[in-house]
């Protein structure tokens, strides 16, 4: 069955820092994306972010990048250059290609508050 | 372009009451989603929709949830009847199909509060 798991609850950091998250997920199928969205504090939901499977390299968007260990199954998010308003709950979410579900399976989410 | 559109935005109902809560997916978007986000469950998917066809229903919200896809640009959720533990966040997402990409647009939300 497939799982998403985020065991850190909530991180603090002071501005400009590099964060990084971690991801853990569970799958059986050998295709999959990876997804990592935002919660800012008005409940908004925003894309970051996003992984292939098949693709080795690590991507990148901006300040996020991502940490793709596929033995692991581990897909962390790294922020480098910490700002106030990326202060947000981070969710990691996966999808199957070839279970026949199209939906994104989340994880628990990922409190960030960045300090001045 | 618009993003992914709910109405109302909060929403009180007593218990017992039927509530419907609409949304708007981004133009041109054939996936919509309904989700239910609470502290304790997370996001949890209620229904999702291809092309206005029900392709998946939450096993555990069957039984007092219907989601409709009127048409292309509009969905609603109806809630009949509303228990005080349907308190939550109700979210609508939408994306546009390929193969080779899926990222969802949520809506701002509708915050239920039954008493």
């Known amino acids: 069955a497939q799982k998403v798991t985020q065991t850190q609850t909530s991180i603090s950091v002071v501005e400009k820092t590099t964060v990084t998250m971690d991801c853990v997920y569970e799958t059986r199928d050998s295709s999959y994306f990876l997804f990592w969205y935002k919660q800012t504090a008005s409940g908004e939901i925003v894309f970051l972010i996003r992984?292939?499977?098949?693709?080795?390299e690590n991507a990148t968007v901006g300040h996020y990048s991502l940490n793709f260990q596929k033995p692991k199954s581990s897909i962390g998010l790294i922020i480098t250059a910490t700002q106030i308003e990326d202060s947000a709950v981070y969710f990691c979410?996966?999808?199957?290609?070839?279970?026949?579900?199209?939906?994104?399976?989340f994880g628990s989410g990922t409190q960030l508050t960045v300090m001045p | 372009d618009a993003g992914v559109t709910q109405t109302p935005r909060h929403e009180v109902a007593e218990k017992g009451q039927t509530i419907i809560l609409k949304c708007e997916p981004v133009s041109g978007h054939n996936d919509l989603f309904w989700y239910r986000q609470t502290k304790i469950q997370g996001l949890e998917l209620l229904s999702y929709?291809?092309?206005?066809?029900?392709?998946?229903d939450g096993g555990a919200f069957k039984d007092r949830f219907k989601a409709e896809m009127l048409n292309s640009s509009f969905s609603t959720l109806k809630i009949q009847p509303t228990e005080p533990k349907d308190s939550a966040v109700y979210l609508c997402?939408?994306?546009?199909?390929?193969?080779?990409?899926?990222?969802?647009?949520f809506g701002p939300g509708t915050r239920l509060t039954v008493l």
């Open positions: 992984q292939d499977s098949y693709k080795k």
């Open positions: 979410a996966m999808r199957e290609v070839s279970s026949g579900s199209w939906q994104l399976i």
């Open positions: 997402a939408s994306s546009f199909w390929d193969r080779d990409s899926y990222e969802q647009y």
């Open positions: 929709f291809r092309s206005k066809s029900l392709m998946e």
